[in-house]
């Protein structure tokens, strides 16, 4: 099984009326996604955003749990912050697993949206399950944008409840994916 | 089946050193659980805490997302997040929840640690879909007192990934047991 990654997509992503923007990092974002990460056996999470305040405000927190007092006030946070890495794009973070892995990874993209060409949990753990390294593609705000889907090699579908209301925190979709994907039921 | 009822709960709990304490309501616990909820048809979500400040801030956090300016800005949101309720107790949350059903209902506590009369998701999929209500307890900070877990009909096996590194999020771990426990898988 090759190594999988996890990327949280700051831009670009489309707000409540389909524009493209570049969203805000949030902070508990970077701390449950990181915990599930760590979880369920990620092997790097990649924060993706262009802006360099962001970047510089991502270093920071990561810093605080890595390597300044919170590593020592909770060292089971640091095991799960340390898996993340900054990125200016899913471009350059899709190079920096290739040079890591020796080819890139398969591009897979979530969205709370049915795509045709979307395949199911089964299948995309298969996909997983091989031998080529998998990075896992999460839009913030109100969700990837469709240049994203369009150059992703999958779209995995979305997760769904017991009804047709579908708007989950993007901390709540990674975990629940994340879950889907990796656990082993009992 | 019986209504599903969470509970979030700030007192009793433990902090890192294993002291019962009452934790603080945090924000984005209560928009991505009531998410979660709604998601899976929670019928309500009942935040626990006996602090009289703590219920004013969950009353003013909800009524801007349910009557306030946030409800224009996204309706989605007020849907979720009217199905929160604040009680005082873990009791007075089941009194409530009896009052409305006609009995009280199963409580079933969580836990990111294996207790030996743990039941399994698959036997807990069965409780709920009883007839009895049933109300599903997620401890805030280090997690529920153990007087809770006593007074618990049953405790929930803990979420695990692939590993022995168990520390979610509660947001986390909320949408993968309900997830788990809800879901129809395709």
Redesign the interface.
């Known amino acids: 099984m090759g190594n999988l990654y996890v990327a949280l997509v700051h831009y670009p992503v489309v707000d409540?009326n389909g524009a493209v923007i570049s969203s805000a990092v949030t902070n508990?974002d970077l701390?449950?996604i990181a915990?599930?990460a760590?979880?369920?056996?990620v092997y790097r999470f990649f924060v993706v955003t262009p802006l360099s305040d962001q970047f510089l405000l991502v270093d920071r927190i990561v810093s605080h749990w890595v390597t300044g007092y919170g590593a020592r006030y909770?060292p089971?946070?640091r095991?799960?912050l340390e898996l993340i890495r900054t990125a200016a794009s899913i471009d350059e973070a899709g190079q920096r697993i290739a040079e890591k892995e020796g080819c890139p990874p398969q591009r897979i993209a979530t969205s709370a949206h049915h795509h045709d060409r979307c395949i199911?949990?089964g299948r995309c753990r298969k996909i997983i399950d091989g031998k080529n390294p998998c990075l896992l593609l999460f839009g913030t705000a109100w969700g990837l944008d469709r240049a994203v889907m369009a150059n992703s090699d999958h779209i995995l579908?979305p997760?769904?409840?017991?009804?047709d209301?579908?708007?989950?925190?993007v901390?709540?979709?990674?975990?629940?994916i994340?879950?889907?994907l990796?656990?082993?039921?009992?």
């Open positions: 409540k508990l701390h449950d915990r599930a760590k979880t369920f056996g909770n089971k946070r095991q799960a199911s949990y579908q997760v769904t409840g017991c009804g209301w579908n708007h989950l925190s901390r709540s979709a990674v975990s629940i994340l879950d889907r990796i656990s082993k039921r009992g």
